[in-house]
């Protein structure tokens, strides 16, 4: 059986021989190049979800400016400015789903950095 270091030279020299291990395995040992490209389901996927982001938007402010518009008893002037609300919320959604193609697996979005 093995023994244990003896004193703390034993130990450092320990350290030193593991690091120098990891280093060797390091220089060996392929590194990835970063993501891969999407593959045409996941491009899809993603298109599709922004499409879905962009109508849903549109469809929420229609909503609302119509539902407002019926409860205060006004021409379509609150369903014309929430559609505008809502596209530009749909936009902005859109925009957000479109940065995550460039962010690397692992790392914070901005928003999360500031903090």
């Known amino acids: 059986m093995a023994e244990g270091p003896r004193n703390d030279a034993d130990r450092e020299a320990d350290a030193a021989r593991l ?4 280093e060797r395995l390091a220089q060996k040992a392929s ?3 970063g993501p ?7 491009q899809a996927n993603l298109a599709w979800r922004m499409v ?10 229609f ?17 014309i400015l ?7 919320a ?15 697996s692992g790392t914070p979005p901005e928003s999360d950095k500031r903090d």
């Open 82 to 88: 929430f559609i505008f609300f809502g596209l530009a």
């Open 90 to 104: 749909g936009i902005k959604t859109m925009m957000r789903t479109a940065g995550e193609i460039n962010r690397t």
């Open 52 to 61: 879905i982001e962009l109508v849903s938007g549109l469809g929420l402010g």
């Open 31 to 33: 590194k990835p190049e």
């Open 36 to 42: 891969g490209p999407m593959g045409k389901y996941e």
């Open 19 to 22: 690091r120098e291990l990891e």
């Open 63 to 79: 909503g609302i400016g119509y539902g407002l518009d019926y409860l205060l008893g006004t021409t379509p002037i609150l369903m």
